[in-house]
């Protein structure tokens, strides 16, 4: 089917309607009751021309024939049902049978008393995925109205509430399931009310707590029958629940004495607190389980474990249990001393594990992951007595479990094992001493066999492990070394019990002559005390004989570099100085002395040199010096100095510190440099770079804004402004076709009328905009309360016709532009007054922000403190998601028909705000009212320029 191939004005409306439109088109409508199209009433083609293309199902009834109309969504939905698509304005039964019976009583209220109707949820079986399918409907039916306000027709769109509906009968099946699993577990379901303080339960609750007659009882009376010995704990416990800095989950055990048979009854509740937006406890709800079957098992299991305990701490052990749901530990007194070296410590488990040695709390984890898989715990570990003292522990423990095989508790012991593992310390200690040990040492029999060479003297021998066996000391010398060993050293060394002095070894391999310092000691028969092994240590000389021929030739290079470097320095101007860290003492070069500003002579020690470096700078030199000393690494510092004669120097300074053996700091050896000209040179430099920089950023901030705006310019000018125009002209074309009808005339002429006037309010709305891009007007202090007078003097008669109701605080004065600050609340206040349907109430409130609040709610840094002013209302709202859109220029989010305006207003408040350096933004709800916030700063002065974050 094609549409025609032109388009009269009385058909525009059908434009948009797809291939409905061309339907409706292709129909002589001449035969038709309705008459031709060009006859068809004004808001019938109005009504068509929005229903057509609109993405819901909606259906037009018209008259009380009821001819049905439908647009293309409709037919998406519904089509499957029936085949008489290809028609349409006939009766409603014939085109649309299978809502007609849902609708037509809807139609027909609507048609006789005017007023919309809802039918809600509604089953209806429709073709979908290739079968017959349930799905619900609500069907909304609203009449259509003309120019006398007489109701012509009726429009009916269809809502699809499917996942409504199954979610509600969801909801419902899932609430029953919820009441059986109660039910089942034997809990009781208890809600505090926290406004009221008042405790309401189930009848399983009450009879848990001895109230069987009642199912609300005041908090108080609660805990007056908890036993007193628990009463403390469980009014903390809620506390601390319903404190929004913790928001702790509520699980407790607690005994409760009955009110009728003062029965005493365990019982274990769990619950947790709910917040509201302003973070405070508004609901507090949970369960109660009676366990005293569970807390008697468990005391006998106690009595149990605490004669097992007797037996254990008589061997010398300290036990523990743990109860897992809780983390609560029971431990013994010989445990505590163990752990901490006090039996009377009052311990935690957390507490415990604050002992073990950092190092070692690897060990612990490690056999706890363990333990998760095989139920056993094994691990030795280090603890820190309150002493000081440092004791080895072994814990040994195992899971115990419930019924459903789930570990509730850990039982264990605990041994103090530090002389056990001290002396196998010492064991290991002396051999990887003695096998770790960088010098040569070995053990030989009295007639020179080898017993054992440690892994340094194989290395340096040329020998293997299993060569030891088959060696004798005499296979490690030369034939003359070895003859003066035999007959001089050993007889020498069995006599005094010792020999040192140096002997020549001989590398088996390659038969290198090796100088050795070896020292020799003899070892007694500790029964006979005759000797019987001569152990003997050594140290490799030949790198020290390498390392004293290389120092002298280096003393000599030294000595070279010495006069190249005094030269170097007299050239550079750099002064040299030599700090003794003892004393202060400090020797220093003439131009070490002239780069401070003082003569050769000049006494300048190490006090001179901090007096002389601005205090301010003192801490950065000092603290160079410190890390230099610590790093053993080169210090580097750049300074200030104040010369005698007052001018301010700036010194680079660097140096090096020896140590002594101990690594004590003995001196720092250096050099300094006056770099005063560089310094300056670069602060100049620096300060031209900022200046270029910050123009630059400027420049490029306000281009960004001034394309920002022209953007919306372009959009106004191909939208808004183009849409009273068009209007205009459509309008205009009718006045000659309909200069004899009178009434349709003026009509037409009213309709052109009102769309210049509103193209004349959008080019003042643009105009006004357009003036706020520049601030040409100076800023002055502004009483905000006589702006708020003047505001409400210009809608004293509006605030009377609306009765309307104004609160205004206080406000103070700050720095601005007194009539854009006027513009500012008068948009506010008049959109307060305009979008609203009942009474206004508008309320007016300022605070005081400092300049850290101000930088935290901003988001960028400020140094003026802000006012935060709050305007807010009663009025109709609208949609939180659209509470950015609303500022900007000639956006509406209501119907221009019911409420005046161009939709420049908000834009104009912002504008007005951003040239205040200040910021506002709206909260609301649809029919719930608005607030809008507006945050401007005290003085205009100390704001930072945040043009780039606008």
Request: proline share 3%; aromatic share 10%.
């Amino acid at each position: 089917m094609k549409p025609p191939a032109s388009t009269t004005s009385t058909e525009a409306f059908l434009t948009h309607g797809g291939e409905i439109g061309q339907l409706i088109r292709s129909i002589d409508w001449s035969k038709h009751a309705l008459g031709a199209i060009h006859q068809w009433p004004q808001n019938l083609r109005t009504t068509l021309g929005i229903t057509l293309p609109a993405q819901l199902p909606l259906l037009v009834f018209w008259s009380s024939d009821f001819f049905c109309f439908y647009n293309h969504a409709y037919k998406r939905r519904f089509g499957a049902h029936n085949g008489n698509w290809a028609t349409i304005g006939r009766s409603s039964d014939t085109i649309c049978p299978e809502v007609w019976a849902f609708v037509k009583p809807l139609v027909v209220q609507v048609l006789t008393n005017n007023e919309s109707k809802l039918s809600e949820d509604q089953r209806l079986s429709i073709e979908r995925n290739g079968h017959s399918e349930a799905s619900y409907w609500t069907f909304s039916a609203s009449p259509i109205i003309d120019e006398a306000g007489q109701t012509n027709g009726v429009l009916v769109a269809c809502t699809e509430t499917t996942e409504k509906v199954r979610a509600d009968h969801l909801l419902a099946t899932n609430q029953e399931q919820f009441q059986f699993a109660l039910q089942a577990s034997e809990l009781g379901i208890w809600l505090l009310d926290i406004a009221r303080n008042l405790v309401h339960w189930d009848s399983r609750c009450q009879t848990y707590f001895g109230f069987a007659k009642d199912d609300t009882i005041a908090y108080n009376d609660v805990l007056a029958h908890i036993h007193p010995d628990d009463r403390l704990r469980v009014n903390n416990a809620v506390q601390e629940a319903l404190n929004p800095d913790y928001r702790t989950r509520y699980d407790i055990e607690f005994r409760t004495i009955s009110v009728e048979d003062q029965q005493i009854r365990w019982l274990r509740c769990q619950g947790k607190a709910y917040f509201n937006d302003q973070d405070v406890a508004d609901r507090f709800a949970g369960t109660a389980q009676d366990i005293t079957a569970q807390m008697a098992a468990r005391e006998n299991l106690q009595n149990i474990e605490n004669q097992a305990r007797l037996a254990v701490e008589s061997a010398g052990a300290g036990t523990f249990l743990v109860d897992l749901k809780t983390d609560h530990v029971v431990y013994s007194r010989i445990l505590a001393k163990i752990f901490t070296g006090n039996e009377t410590k009052n311990l935690t488990r957390e507490s415990l594990k604050t002992y073990i040695l950092p190092e070692d709390k690897s060990k612990r984890s490690k056999a706890y992951q363990e333990a998760d898989k095989t139920g056993k715990l094994f691990y030795e570990a280090r603890v820190i007595w309150d002493n000081g003292s440092i004791h080895w522990v072994r814990v040994m423990g195992t899971y115990l479990y419930d019924s459903q095989n789930k570990p509730v508790r850990f039982a264990g012991i605990a041994q103090d094992i530090s002389a056990e593992v001290e002396a196998d310390l010492e064991q290991k200690q002396l051999a990887s001493l003695v096998e770790g040990s960088p010098e040569y040492m070995s053990i030989a029999s009295l007639d020179g066999s080898l017993r054992y060479i440690n892994p340094y003297g194989l290395d340096l021998l040329g020998l293997k492990r299993e060569d030891v066996a088959t060696k004798n000391l005499s296979d490690l010398f030369y034939a003359d070394d070895w003859y003066a060993i035999q007959h001089e050293y050993l007889p020498l060394a069995i006599l005094e019990k010792q020999w040192q002095g140096t002997q020549y070894y001989r590398h088996v391999k390659t038969g290198e002559r090796i100088p050795v310092a070896v020292k020799r000691f003899v070892i007694d028969d500790p029964t006979s005390g005759e000797p019987f092994a001569i152990v003997a240590t050594g140290r490799d000389l030949r790198s020290e004989l390498a390392a004293q021929k290389e120092l002298e030739a280096r003393e000599a290079d030294l000595q070279k570099a010495n006069q190249n470097l005094e030269m170097a320095l007299h050239a550079g101007k750099l002064g040299s100085y030599d700090l003794e860290f003892s004393t202060g003492l400090m020797q220093c070069t003439a131009q070490c002395k002239a780069n401070f500003g003082l003569p050769a002579d000049a006494i300048f020690n190490f006090p001179d040199l901090i007096n002389a470096i601005l205090p301010e700078d003192r801490s950065i030199m000092q603290q160079a010096v410190e890390e230099a000393v610590a790093n053993r690494s080169v210090y580097n510092a750049e300074y200030r100095t104040t010369w005698p004669d007052g001018s301010i120097h700036w010194i680079r300074a660097s140096g090096k510190a020896t140590y002594d053996d101990s690594g004590l700091s003995l001196h720092m050896a250096g050099i300094t440099m006056d770099i005063t000209a560089q310094r300056m040179a670069q602060q100049e430099l620096e300060r031209q770079v900022q200046e270029r920089t910050q123009e630059l950023s400027n420049a490029n901030q306000e281009l960004i804004r001034t394309n920002h705006e022209l953007e919306q310019f372009a959009y106004i000018a191909s939208h808004d402004l183009q849409e009273p125009l068009r209007k205009i002209q459509s309008f205009a074309s009718l006045l000659p076709e309909n200069r004899y009808d009178d009434d349709q005339f003026d009509l037409y002429l009213n309709k052109v009328i009102l769309s210049a006037q509103r193209m004349s309010a959008l080019i003042k709305g643009v105009l006004n905009y357009s003036r706020l891009s520049k601030i040409e007007e100076a800023f002055s202090m502004v009483d905000l309360n006589q702006v708020i007078s003047h505001v409400l003097s210009d809608f004293e008669l509006l605030i009377d016709e609306k009765k309307a109701i104004i609160r205004c605080h206080d406000l103070p004065a700050i720095e601005g532009i007194p009539l854009q600050l006027n513009q500012l609340f008068f948009n506010l206040i008049g959109n307060a007054l305009k979008f609203s349907d009942n009474t206004p109430a508008i309320t007016i409130h300022c605070t005081l922000l400092t300049a850290t609040e101000s930088s935290v709610i901003l988001n960028y840094p400020t140094q003026s403190d802000h006012v935060h002013i709050s305007v807010k209302d009663n009025g109709i709202g609208f949609d939180p998601q659209y509470a950015d859109r609303v500022f900007t220029i000639f956006q509406r989010l209501t119907n221009g028909k019911s409420y005046g305006g161009t939709g420049i207003g908000l834009a104009l408040c912002r504008k007005i705000v951003t040239n205040h350096q200040g910021m506002i933004k709206a909260e609301s709800e649809l029919q719930k009212g608005s607030t809008f916030h507006v945050y401007l700063p005290v003085s205009q002065s100390r704001t930072y320029n945040k043009t780039s974050l606008l």
